[in-house]
């Protein structure tokens, strides 16, 4: 700790241009508070500028991580000597920044944005002036031009992060991703035919208030379960609204549950997407539990089965729910799990298309229970772009392997071989679907299958 506040003083006097001696090499330990002090800085300058309130994703942590790591690697290729006190005092200083940031650019009163441009100039010169400093610290002599190091340190550090796939920890209702990353912003300006309705603003509150009446009516769609028969419900999750993938695989796979197992009991839809504001009831935790309480309430605990089906994008702790002014978090395994437990649903399918999607399969299996995930608890999976009309693993699953009179396993096992044969080819890690197969539950799928009712009727025609 003496390390961490020797290296706070020399950043304090660095800040005011002022060089601070070194007394010899900074512990790793020291480095790593660094960083988490830079990294929680950069999390609070993020919440300080959101007008409103905030919205909390996971994903900008792991954007605030690989931020974190640039600058360091960066550090590191730049600056050879002394290395770990000079990248704990960059560290630091890059967290001051962050301060500085929130006093210059988002005070408590209205700033002219001339004003605004006029103290980011400012802002920059003090950086690279205090970052000359830190290296005149380990004896970087005017010949070695720290200026100069300092301004090309800046320079590469900068362009370094501005090429990473950014996205923001806390962001406020008027968030657009489009021109939050470079990637993002490249690809709507020159890959994205503009659409009339794409241009409209969405209103929050509109869709806030149309939710009670949206979901009664796709409760309304499920029907009543028959004694002596086992019916099979559906709860469809379209997670992230900016990429037409998911809403696209969405419909795609519950047809081709409907073709495999026989969806006869009546399928709601949770969608996140602007196409679908005016249909479809959004999803959100709220809208999810009280799906799975409707289903809960038709049908036969003991006899009937619930099939869940979530694709979005994925994190190590769950996935998205993102729809700009809308929803922004994660719906996590022990979430899903506990709702369900909560309604005494014991007889369920649940099937996961996001990376990291292997967190669900410890958190849902039992005998009494079908787990199948797009990866495992450590790996992304592949294939969410907006042109496509399925992810890797729901092209493998429900377009090329879930066909009428195939079982879940059989065509499990099949799609795991295709996607294999395609992260081969592009040369990307494996995904490693999972599949759980409780005994309980797969007994009573194959005799469905094996009399031939899995495909005999749906919703629509029963």
């Not at 980011?120 to 000359?132: D, E, H, M, T």
Request: glycine share 8%; charged share 20%; proline share 4%.
């Amino acid at each position: 700790m003496k390390s961490f506040f020797r290296v706070g003083l020399a950043v304090a006097r660095a800040a005011l241009w002022r060089s601070t001696p070194a007394e010899g090499a900074v512990p790793i330990s020291t480095v790593l508070l660094c960083a988490i002090v830079t990294a929680a800085s950069n999390a609070a300058y993020q919440y300080l500028a959101v007008d409103g309130p905030a919205r909390f994703s996971l994903y900008g942590v792991n954007s605030i991580i690989a931020e974190t790591a640039v600058f360091t690697a960066v550090a590191m290729l730049f600056f050879l000597r002394a290395r770990t006190s000079v990248l704990a005092q960059l560290l630091l200083l890059d967290a001051l920044a962050f301060w500085f940031l929130v006093a210059v650019l988002h005070p408590p009163f209205a700033l002219h944005d001339l004003m605004k441009g006029i103290m980011s100039i400012f802002f920059l010169i003090w950086w690279v002036g205090a970052v000359a400093a830190v290296l005149r610290s380990i004896a970087v002599s005017d010949r070695e031009r720290p200026l100069a190091r300092g301004i090309g340190f800046t320079v590469v550090s900068t362009l370094a992060i501005l090429a990473l796939p950014a996205f923001p920890t806390f962001s406020g209702s008027d968030f657009d991703l489009s021109s939050y990353n470079v990637w993002e912003w490249g690809y709507t300006k020159f890959f994205t035919q503009p659409r009339a309705d794409s241009e409209r603003a969405v209103d929050a509150a509109a869709i806030e208030l149309s939710q009670p009446n949206l979901l009664e009516a796709e409760i309304k769609k499920l029907l009543p379960e028959r004694k002596g028969t086992m019916d099979i419900y559906a709860i469809g999750v379209a997670g992230w609204s900016t990429q037409d993938v998911f809403i696209k695989e969405l419909n795609g796979g519950l047809e081709a549950l409907n073709r495999s197992l026989g969806i006869d009991g009546g399928t709601i839809r949770l969608i996140n997407h602007r196409d679908a504001i005016d249909n479809s009831p959004v999803a959100n935790v709220t809208n999810f539990a009280a799906a799975v309480h409707a289903v809960a309430g038709v049908m036969n605990k003991d006899e009937d089965v619930l099939v869940v089906f979530i694709t979005s994008h994925g994190g190590p702790t769950g996935v998205g729910l993102y729809f700009p002014g809308v929803v922004s978090l994660v719906l996590g395994p022990q979430h899903v799990a506990s709702v369900l437990d909560r309604e005494g649903i014991r007889n369920r399918v649940v099937i996961v298309s996001a990376c990291y999607s292997g967190v669900f399969t410890k958190a849902l299996a039992s005998e009494n229970s079908i787990v199948l995930t797009a990866a495992d608890e450590n790996s992304t999976s592949f294939g969410c772009s907006n042109e496509r009309e399925w992810t890797y693993f729901g092209d493998a699953f429900f377009n090329q392997s879930l066909a009428e009179g195939v079982s879940l396993e059989k065509a499990f096992e099949d799609a795991k071989l295709k996607i294999s044969k395609w992260e081969a080819r592009d040369e990307v890690p494996p995904s490693s679907p999972q599949g759980h197969f409780g005994a309980s539950i797969s007994a009573k799928l194959a005799a469905r299958l094996k009399s031939g009712s899995g495909a005999r009727a749906s919703a629509g025609d029963r």
